[in-house]
Each structure stands twice: as structure tokens, then as C-alpha cells.
């Protein structure tokens, strides 16, 4: 792992130009048609929470190298980058049809391993996932977002981060979006140490960032 910089970015994230505009960027194949400019592709914010977080300038921790239990993986968007700078990534996802793209990610990328599994019965993947994860990663846009990231704490190593990212709509989509944030944080804090979170907008609409510590 590098020396931290000034730069929210971890090792083996960029900030490069694609035809005159900078973005984000890692180094791997292209997955869902971005940019590329030789071995580096475009990371998009709008497509990616994550991407938002570092876009917005949130504190993550990530450094890169770093072992990473991804929650929500998708057909593979955002986890296909988490795999291109950090270590060993698994990547979990219950509806089987996005978990074929996300298959088509891991081919080019050793270190990513694919989990068709529920993220509120981690008992399902326990046998897979090392003990002691750097980093847990979630976005799986569900009701009971808090409780799925409890659930999974048992995962972290002792002072590893959470990096949340909270639909209010999948909570209820009733409800003012800023009370639903109100109460995930609440229950979050029965287990993690919030360290900041921040509306996901321009981006995402309705989500809240989080960057928790086990
Ligand atoms: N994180 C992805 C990305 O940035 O590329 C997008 C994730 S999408 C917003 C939410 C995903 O979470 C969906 O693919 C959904 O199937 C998955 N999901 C929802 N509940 C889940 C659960 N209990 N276990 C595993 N995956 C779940």
C-alpha cells in the first residue's frame, strides 16, 4: 500500500482525460461500455456509488491493495473496478441474471470472485470469504440496508471500513429521504462508528454515502 497523498484516491485510481474531459479511471478491461484510453477505462460517477463517494471527494480510507467484500455486485459496474485496484475482491449477488455479466467481469480479473448468494444470510458465503476483510462495500438498494451491513460486520477486520451506499426509496418510498437517513444511521451506529456521510447528489438522487468503521 502507497503513501497517503492529499488525493481521496487510492493507489491504482487516476484522475485522466477522455476526449478533453477528466474523470475517473482504473486500469483493466472495459465492462459496460465506458471510455478507454490504452489500458485505463473511465469510471462513471452516475453509474457508480462509490465512484460518486470519491467523485464528492469522501474520505474512504482506500488505499488499494486492500481485501474487499463487495454487497450488491450487480452485473459487475463498480465491483469490476474495486477489483482492478484493490486485492482480493468477492463479489456477492443474489439475482442470477446481472451475476452472468458479473462472471464476464471476473474472466479478465484473477482477483475477483463472483458470489451468487443473499447478502442478509451471509452463512451462505462464511466458507468463501476470508476472515478479516479490509474493506465491506455495499449497495444492494433493499429494504433493511442497516441490518444487512450489521449482519455483515462479522466479516471486518477490527477497525475496517464500511463504504454504505443508502437508497432511501428501497426503505420506503413514502417517507422524506432524509428521515429514512436519519434512522439507517441510528441503527448503523449500534455496530459501526460512523466516520461521514454525505448525499450522493448530483449523482444518485435519494442516496446517502456513508463511510463507517467496525
Ligand atoms: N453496486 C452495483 C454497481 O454499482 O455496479 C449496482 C447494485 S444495484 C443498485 C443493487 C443490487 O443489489 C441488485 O443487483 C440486486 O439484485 C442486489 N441485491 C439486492 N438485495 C440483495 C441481497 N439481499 N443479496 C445480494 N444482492 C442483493
Known amino acids: ?3 497517503r497523498t492529499m488525493s481521496n484516491l487510492p493507489d491504482g485510481v487516476e484522475r485522466r482525460s477522455f476526449d478533453g474531459t477528466e474523470r475517473l479511471a482504473t486500469r483493466g478491461e472495459p465492462v459496460y461500455g465506458e471510455p478507454t484510453d490504452g489500458e485505463w477505462r473511465a469510471w462513471n460517477p ?3 456509488k462509490l465512484g460518486a463517494m470519491l467523485e464528492l471527494g469522501m474520505d474512504t480510507g482506500l488505499e488499494g491493495g486492500e481485501t474487499v467484500l463487495y454487497l450488491g455486485a450487480a452485473s459487475g459496474t463498480t465491483v469490476s473496478h474495486v477489483a482492478d485496484f484493490a486485492g482480493p475482491t468477492y463479489a456477492v449477488e443474489f ?3 446481472p451475476a452472468r455479466d458479473l462472471l464476464d467481469a471476473a474472466d479478465s480479473r484473477p482477483r475477483l470472485f463472483p458470489l451468487l448468494a443473499d447478502a442478509r444470510k ?3 458465503y462464511g466458507h468463501v470469504v476470508e476472515s478479516d476483510v479490509d474493506v465491506v462495500v455495499q449497495d444492494v438498494a433493499t429494504r433493511g440496508q442497516a441490518r444487512v451491513a450489521l449482519e455483515n460486520r462479522q466479516f471486518l477486520a477490527d ?3 464500511l463504504l454504505l451506499a443508502v437508497k432511501a426509496r428501497s426503505e420506503d418510498v413514502t417517507r422524506d429521504p432524509s428521515e429514512v437517513f436519519t434512522d439507517v444511521r441510528e441503527e448503523l451506529e449500534t455496530g459501526y462508528e460512523i466516520l461521514e456521510s454525505q448525499r450522493l ?3 444518485h438522487a ?3 454515502g456513508i ?3 467496525s
Open 1 to 3: 500500500m502507497g503513501v
Open 46 to 48: 452516475d453509474r457508480s
Open 95 to 97: 439475482a442470477a441474471r
Open 122 to 124: 451471509p452463512e451462505e
Open 159 to 161: 477497525g475496517g471500513r
Open 201 to 203: 447528489e448530483p449523482y
Open 206 to 208: 435519494d442516496h446517502l
Open 211 to 213: 463511510v463507517a468503521r
